[in-house]
């Protein structure tokens, strides 16, 4: 199988997928006076504004309102600033793929590494805010790393997906961009689910990041609920998201060259 073939090839070349991890932080911080310090002042930042303007609105439905805010903002910053920095990431390193035999996968796979390295430091400020909150901590927690790997690898799915096809189609980015901010209304990132409408829940709920954000708060605070179904079910749309990019990839991989 050609995900195989490609995994192995990822594993023969982890050290540069470890340079380019560190390249990607280097740049996204790059001549700025706070540096990684961003990576935790960030989701703070988000939380002191969306909480002072949402949270005399919601209080009344979402206990605990503060641990429920963070914990979408940090799971939300880790998806949408990975997919779209991916989506551009094979174009903006036409010049090293065009002159330098390596698996094309790993520039959209380091962009992914890179933000997880910041997901794992923004836990920091999260869990600061946990026991600020004096929201009892989720007697799941073992389970957050594996719901990060699976984030991880849904994100990468996602990420292979789009990054090869913006090589054929650049569009693509200025549309991604619209479709992000369109899946953070559809996210339950600052907003309880309860609030929506009966008749346009299915929309939020057939969001799949809907299900990976319910589990991230389920294995950080108490007063989500966690499920072991749930975590199944994630587990087969995180393969099912890397099988149907992986294929994508493998289908165009051998015109992507031609095309940067």
Known sequence: MAILRDTTSIIHYSDLLKNLIIRDIKVRYKRSVLGF???MLNPLLMMFILNLVFSELFKSSTKNYTAYLITGIVF???YAQSTSIAVS???SNANLIK???LPISLFPLSVVCS???NLVFSLIPLFFIILLSKADIS???FMLP???LLSVVFVYGVSLAISTLMVFFHDLRQIYEVLVFALMYMTPVFYPIDIVPEKYRFIVDLNPLTQYINLFRGTIYDEVGFSFENCLYLFLISFTALLLGNLIYSR???RIVYEL
Do not use: C, D, T
Request: overall charge positive; proline content about 4%; aromatic content about 20%.
């Open 115 to 117: 933000a997880m390295v």
């Open 146 to 148: 594996v719901v990060i």
């Open 139 to 141: 007697p799941y927690l």
């Open 37 to 39: 310090v961003w990576v």
């Open 89 to 91: 990431s094979l174009v």
């Open 76 to 78: 939300w910053n880790f």
């Open 252 to 254: 165009l991989r051998g």
């Open 99 to 101: 002159k330098i035999f």
